[in-house]
């Protein structure tokens, strides 16, 4: 059985404050309403949250675009790691998100680490492509050159 809730609050890959959503009784019951995020539909719950969601929608859109013009600005940025190299061109440990968040640091771009999807640390010399996510509805792709160090 599904039921509608009003949410209270932003629920990740479900809404934001003020949306009607249906879910699960049992997700509603034990999950939601205990925490606060969601409620049973009314009119008066519908008014009191209305105001929240518009200054929410307003935020979100503000985010977005400056989302946007960060992602302008990360595609012409190319991120050059130099590293250790043994004999057999095999990397000494692997390259993850700190050491491009670094680097990125060193030309003013900061971004938080969430923000960067590298499923696995690179393990070998070459150019990658990392997907960056900005927004929920921004992405952006960062070329990363793993290079030997001399």
């Given at each position: 059985?599904?039921?509608?809730?009003?949410?209270?609050?932003?629920?990740?890959?479900?809404?934001?404050?003020?949306?009607?959503?249906?879910?699960a009784?049992?997700?509603?019951?034990?999950?939601?309403?205990?925490?606060?995020?969601?409620?049973?539909?009314?009119?008066?719950?519908?008014?009191q949250?209305?105001?929240?969601?518009?200054?929410?929608?307003?935020?979100?859109?503000?985010?977005?675009?400056?989302?946007?013009?960060?992602?302008?600005?990360?595609?012409?940025?190319?991120?050059?790691?130099?590293?250790?190299?043994?004999?057999?061109?095999?990397?000494?440990?692997?390259?993850?998100?700190?050491?491009?968040?670094?680097?990125?640091?060193?030309?003013?771009?900061?971004?938080?680490?969430?923000?960067?999807?590298l499923?696995?640390?690179?393990?070998?010399?070459?150019?990658?492509?990392?997907?960056?996510?900005?927004?929920?509805?921004?992405?952006?792709?960062?070329?990363?050159?793993?290079?030997?160090?001399?």
């Amino acid at each position: 059985m599904a039921t509608e809730v009003l949410l209270m609050d932003q629920v990740e890959g479900l809404g934001i404050e003020g949306d009607i959503v249906k879910v699960a009784d049992g997700y509603a019951r034990n999950f939601l309403f205990p925490r606060g995020i969601a409620t049973q539909v009314t009119e008066g719950k519908k008014r009191q949250v209305e105001k929240k969601r518009t200054e929410r929608l307003a935020q979100l859109q503000k985010e977005k675009g400056a989302a946007e013009e960060l992602a302008k600005k990360i595609d012409g940025v190319e991120c050059t790691i130099a590293v250790k190299v043994g004999e057999n061109g095999q990397l000494f440990g692997s390259v993850s998100v700190p050491q491009i968040l670094e680097k990125l640091a060193e030309q003013g771009l900061k971004l938080d680490k969430a923000k960067v999807n590298l499923a696995t640390p690179l393990h070998e010399l070459g150019v990658f492509d990392v997907a960056l996510k900005l927004h929920a509805e921004v992405t952006g792709t960062l070329k990363v050159w793993i290079v030997e160090e001399k």
